[in-house]
């Protein structure tokens, strides 16, 4: 807390300081101001108390302290006078509090006229190419803070330039779902152009995001040395963990040269994003006035950690209850095998047979399904339930039956955000769930070889989210039959 502290009144003094709101300063590298990202561009660039995403790097490095596992991102812009910009990012988790990235741009615009006292004499090329290495750590669950190093090559004509900068971001999570974020960008040297030389475009960034369910609210404020102060707000709404909806909005308060505003101009931007496991694709439409409208595409790659089997894991005991007894249920016309609990009364209870199951191959899949009662794991635990134990002693006899049998065991989770020591994220605690239940089954005999594991976190649900008996139901284990 006390460092936020000292970051924020440093950039307050900053904003305050004469270098920085005089407006008649010129500065270069201006592209530095582009946003990166489709998913940020559709949300009115509203995203540095977010930043959630492999272009973190950009909008606050601080966000990828909570990243999981690795992110690959390609952005293709189309931006104004016929100017393209091409952005690619990659982000990997070190440890559980740390991630590092890279994001590399390049902007490319062809065919400037060359002139001179005469007039006209030709045309001539100009490009902007960033290099940038990113770090972001968790100084405690709540806080994080981040740094993005970036080195800038500028050659234009006959003329090169290179400059080197530094982001440093902030993120505080002050509650469930609510953080606020803070960026200080373009700190560094001055971009020097034969003998005169220009300053970067320093930007302080501030934000807030708001994330409830499938929904993400974001309210970003910034403000660039020498130039204006622009308000954006975004939403994002997501369906199904698939199709995301964005809409956004951007408040330029302009200036003149004498530092005199001069009006407040809106825009309006809106996007939309089409998720498939890990893979995800999003598009931005960000009109600017009568200047143009541009057009942005991004295609990202999730890879989730694999948490390795661990004895921190609770384990179930091996020995069955008394105090339920399971039958095996087939559906007529259906190839789900189903398991349910009745209480145990006073007259003894029956047990069925086991049914068999039916031949697979490998081309079929079959799944087992594990109804609602038993997978009604409390929020941030993977421990069974003890009606699940006979319920997977039925799995290990048809397993034991059929040693043909290959099987992938799927943990899921609600949708409330998880960041535990045991769990830092509901990947991690999604995939300790699933193997919770592969203890059980190795400790009943079955060979480890025999079985995958999963964990898809909230990104599969079978009931919505909104109510508290629909995200019991998302908290599940479900074991699909993959082959023989």
Sequence with gaps: MMIYAVLLLTTLFACSSPAFAKNNTTTSATFLKIGAGARAAGMGEAFCGLADDVYATYWNPAGLAYIKGSQLGATHLEWLTEINQEQIGFVQQIGSKTAFGINISHLMANDFERTNKDGIFGTFDAANTLLGLSLGRQLCNKFSLGLNMKCIHMPMDDEKATAYGVDMGALWQISRGLRLGLNVQNIGSDVKFIEKGYSLPLNIKAGIGYSLGGMNLAVDVN?????????HAGCEYLLAQTLALRAGIKSEIASDTHGKENGLTTGVTAGIGLRLGGIQLDYAYIPYGDLDITHRISLSVKRMPHVPLSPNIPQPEAKPLPEAAIQPLVEPGTKTIMATATETKSEPQTQQPVQPVPEVTTTIQQKITLPSFNINFDTGCAMLSPELYKALNIMVETMLRYPQLRIRIEGHTDN???????????????????????????????????????????TKPIAPNNTPEGQAKNRRVEIVIIGQ
């Design 416 to 458: 409330r955000a998880i960041d535990t020591k045991l769990f830092p994220s509901n990947y991690e605690l999604s995939e300790g769930r699933a193997k919770t239940v592969l203890w059980y089954l190795i400790q009943q005999g079955i060979p480890q070889e025999w079985i995958e594991i999963k964990g898809y976190a909230d």
């Design 223 to 231: 403000k660039t040395r020498g130039t204006e102060t622009n308000i």
